[in-house]
């Protein structure tokens, strides 16, 4: 295990790094050896100074690992699950940091993003490690600009095992033009109308057999 760290600090700069690099193998028994931990995970903050304890902020944060992953690690049938950059995940992310002291940090991130990578075209093909996400934020400058509608569309595709694949489908909704009546009185008339979350889950089994 190494854990690294950079720190450049002035009035109206704060620049923050962290490495962590961690590989282990475990053996017990007559069990195989297997891996007890593998990681490279690296983030970087970069933040200048807006007022009193707050800075504008830009994070980025990179995550993969170092050597090949199996579901049944150590046995002659086992099945690659992970590797190196299979998966790898970099985030992106603007904000503001909270900073009161030296040794805690409160980091607000309206705009993020994240990116998985996957080099090994066979767990690529596989779809080892499917995730399509979209969001659309909207808002009108000239009517209650506080009021942000949001269109969340999510699909995230995982292989089971070799024969059995799966879908799960998400969508969120919150538009404040959309409003729904309620009945308060039990009359039968809708007499209170107010926007809510709309929300969709599709999850589907998919059979895949190779001959």
Known sequence: MINLSAIYATEKTNWENTLILGFGLIRQGDDPTRKSDDQIDFTSKLGLKAADKWFYTALL?????????????????RLKISDFMSPGYLNLSLGMDYKPNDVFSLFLSPLASKFTFVLDDALSAAGSFGLDTKVDLFSNYLDNPQYIDVNWDMLLTFTVNEYISATLLTQLIYDYDIKFGTDTTGDGVHDTFDERVQFKELFGLGLTYTF
């Open 61 to 77: 944060g990179f995550k993969t690992q170092f050597a090949e992953g199996y579901d049944n690690p150590g046995y002659v049938n």
